[in-house]
């Protein structure tokens, strides 16, 4: 069973920046896409962006310009690069992994927390 485990999450002032991790383990199985999504009290989990496994990025409207997602496919990792950030973007962020043969993993979560 392959699990993700996502790092870096915390506390930062608006304007700052965060840098999330998500690192694949156990049987790794060849994973395609990988997404980061976020739920925010109340709110239904969006997604945030994706990265092929060639590099193609996708990114929600609020986070263009903001955000960067990266991958290391030897590592079986991605990451999140959060620059400029707002209270609005305060919320738990998930990773996925979006397998060939396997379906959709998802990660544990990790908090995001954005003050005035």
């Known amino acids: 069973q392959m699990q993700l485990e996502e790092s870096g999450g915390g506390l930062v002032q608006a304007g700052g920046s965060l840098r999330l991790s998500c690192a694949a383990s156990g049987v790794i199985v060849r994973i395609a896409d990988m997404c980061w999504y976020r739920q925010a009290p109340g709110n239904e989990r969006e997604l945030v962006t994706t990265i092929s496994r060639d590099g193609s990025t996708d990114y929600a409207d609020s986070v263009k310009g903001r955000f960067t997602i990266s991958r290391d496919n030897a590592k079986n990792t991605v990451y999140l690069q959060m620059n400029s950030l707002k209270p609005e973007d305060t919320a738990v962020y998930y990773c996925?992994?979006?397998?060939?043969?396997?379906?959709?993993?998802w990660g544990q979560g990790t908090q995001v927390t954005v003050s005035l």
């Open positions: 996925t992994a979006v397998t060939v043969l396997r379906g959709r993993y």
